[in-house]
């Protein structure tokens, strides 16, 4: 499964791309996420999810694979299981960092190929969607607080989850 998220933040670029790599900072902003170990561009981690009557804590790790600042472009992999064997999910993430009308702020867009399996995946795009970007909601509102106490600067309410291509959904696992 696709999913596209795009946000701004009232930060310049330069700024915006430092505050975003700092796992230390945006991995709390992550509604159920937390940081267990990292070493260079790998870290581990967990995140609980709960979608519907479903709740989930996958433990697993990521990798920095690709951190280009000149384009500010990021890609981030990811896998994690599920504790009680109810699933995996595994992420590709590229973030794309761009100067937005306004000079004092940043354009942020989020490209997420999903693939999931077990009951997290008998949910389906639509729902993993709109989860996503209620999940983004929370993240954005807290990275405004992060930012605001750095220098006054915030994130704006805009923000889109829309789920693109087709799902690869399995169930198994």
């Known amino acids: 499964m696709e999913l596209e998220h795009e946000f701004t933040v009232a930060a310049p670029v330069e700024r915006a791309w430092d505050v975003l790599l700092d796992l230390d900072t945006i991995v709390p902003c992550m509604p159920g996420a937390a940081l267990t170990g990292r070493d260079g561009d790998n870290f581990n981690g967990t995140v609980k999810v709960k979608l519907g009557p479903v709740s989930m804590t996958f ?25 009680r064997g109810g699933g995996t999910a595994k992420a590709t993430v590229r973030a794309t960092l761009t100067p937005s009308a306004d000079p004092s702020s940043t354009d942020v867009h989020v490209h ?62």
Request: charged share 30%; aromatic share 4%.
């Open 112 to 173: 997420t190929d999903l693939a999931v399996t077990g009951r997290i995946a008998q949910f389906g795009r639509g729902m993993i969607a709109d989860v996503s970007g209620r999940l983004l909601g929370q993240f954005t509102d807290c990275l405004q607080g992060k930012l605001a106490g750095g220098g006054g600067e915030k994130v704006s309410a805009r923000h889109t989850a829309t789920p693109r291509g087709a799902a690869r959904l399995r169930r198994g696992g």
């Open 59 to 83: 433990a697993g790790k990521g990798t920095f694979v690709e951190r280009d600042e000149a384009s500010r472009r990021v890609v981030v992999e990811a896998a994690g299981k599920d504790s």
